[in-house]
Nanobody, 115 residues
């Protein structure tokens, strides 16, 4: 059974940091491209970052220099290190795993940035 389980979301003050994790099971994690998306209340889900199976990374402009995506294939886990958090980063963060044929989503983890 395929599972993507996000964790690490929390309430944090502006300027703070969080590290999100996405634990994968039920598929060959190392072969999949992994992404993070987010969805704020009343807004559409938006792309945050991508790490390909090759290790190549891509970021949305609004997180460049603040967020870092990484993966540990030995642990079947993807990470999103978030620094210099802003109130506008408040959202539910989702991980996504894709190949040419399969597309899996997690259930999300809530990140709230507020003083």
């Amino acid at each position: 059974q395929v599972q993507l389980v996000e964790s690490g979301g929390d309430l944090v003050q502006p300027g703070g940091s969080l590290r999100l994790s996405c634990a994968a099971s039920g598929f060959t994690f190392a072969s999949y491209d992994m992404r993070w998306y987010r969805q704020a209340p009343g807004k559409e889900r938006e792309f945050v970052a991508l790490i390909r199976s090759s290790g190549m990374t891509t970021y949305a402009d609004f997180v460049k220099g603040r967020f870092t995506i990484s993966r540990d294939n030995a642990k079947n886990t993807e990470y999103l290190q978030m620094n210099s958090l802003k109130p506008e980063d408040t959202a539910v963060y989702y991980c996504r795993a894709t190949t040419g044929f399969n597309d899996y989503w997690g259930q999300g983890t809530q990140v709230t940035v507020s003083s």
